[in-house]
């Protein structure tokens, strides 16, 4: 028998001549192409949700020293915070304070009540008038007696010798705001002079501004000793871990690898430390309440403290969550360079 193949399946082998070309199959992905951004991106939270697994079970192995770090960050994260709202509860006192600067206005002796009633509606439609008060003669007359102790002695008197007083009461404590309402209100009609104690106005701007100021620099004070914290937490993260990165290193892990464990966990540390502060600002802010509430009663005020507000505790949250994060990558950056393979 020959050798020869079969016309069909020569035909199936090899094309005739001058017939067209099958036509080839296109490879599904070209060899030179990299994998596409759905994977990259997929690879990348993998990655992330890796690193913040580990740095939660490596923190929950230790739950009495990650415990202490995050009380001793949220001591020095409650001190500036709670002086801070300590602050804004003092200026809630605002009407005391506008009591303290009142304007007196003293009135003609010939000016009666209707006239004195009558300058109290004009002086309450002025701009920086929070409130006016008419004070007769007469009231102003018995009043000095109450508070002298020459009742006897006042009654011999012919006449009444006090004008009528209208007492305002300005919406800003502010020098020169209460100056220039002081010579406003000293050209109205009746009115014959017009005084005003701006020794205590600067008194109290001067101890509201050392108050800002020593918040301020606390909190720089406390910021940094903060991050000396976290630094040096992360450092014995890092020495404890060293043999473990420098093998990752060996086989050309690259720093954001190596450095991301670290970062989750200075963020972790910056939470827990967030959530005790503002825990603590809440316990310490209604301990202390319990004593300003019985110390106004005495005063005859309903003056209480005001909690933390959650847009304050919120900031604090994530204050908290940003220091840690920037003393781990600190601290990261400063041995990083010591942890390559030699």
Not at 215 to 230: D, E, N
Not at 279 to 289: C, E, I, K, P, S
Request: hydrophobic residues 45%; charged residues 20%; neutral net charge.
């Amino acid at each position: 028998m020959s050798a020869t193949r079969s016309p069909k399946v020569a035909d199936r082998v090899a094309p005739k001549a001058g017939e067209p070309q099958p036509p080839k199959k296109k490879k599904a992905r070209d060899e030179d192409d990299g994998p596409d951004f759905k994977t990259l991106f997929h690879a990348w939270i993998e990655s992330h949700r890796a690193s913040l697994i580990d740095s939660l079970r490596r923190l929950g192995r230790q739950p009495i020293g990650s415990f202490f770090t995050c009380l001793v960050m949220a001591v020095a994260l409650s001190l500036p915070m709670g002086l801070s709202l300590l602050l804004n509860n003092v200026e809630r006192l605002g009407g005391s304070w506008q009591r303290a600067a009142q304007i007196s206005l003293y009135l003609d002796m010939q000016a009666g009540e209707r006239d004195g009633e009558a300058l109290v509606v004009q002086i309450k439609g002025l701009p920086g008038v929070a409130d006016a008060e008419f004070v007769s003669r007469e009231a102003a007359l018995q009043e000095f007696q109450q508070q002298s102790g020459l009742g006897e002695a006042l009654k011999e008197l012919p006449d009444n010798p006090l004008p009528g007083v209208i007492v305002v009461t300005p919406q800003e404590v502010d020098k020169a705001t209460l100056e220039a309402l002081r010579q406003q209100l000293a050209e109205l009609p009746k009115v014959k002079q017009a005084q005003l104690d701006l020794v205590w106005v600067e008194r109290l701007s001067a101890i509201l501004k050392l108050g800002d100021r020593f918040v301020f620099g606390l909190t720089v004070l406390l910021v940094s000793a903060l991050l000396l914290v976290i630094g040096n937490t992360i450092r014995l993260h890092i020495e404890n871990r060293r043999i473990e990165i420098e093998v990752i290193k060996l086989v050309g892990g690259t720093d954001s690898y190596v450095r991301r464990p670290f970062l989750y966990m200075g963020a972790l540390y910056g939470f827990g430390a967030g959530l005790l502060a503002w825990a603590v600002l809440a316990f310490g802010l209604d301990w202390l309440n319990g004593a300003v509430v019985g110390l106004a009663g005495l005063y005859g005020s309903d003056f209480a403290l005001a909690g933390v507000p959650s847009s304050d505790g919120l900031s604090l949250l994530l204050g908290a969550i940003l220091l840690g994060y920037i003393g781990a990558w600190i601290a990261v950056a400063r041995h990083l360079r010591e942890l390559a393979p030699k």
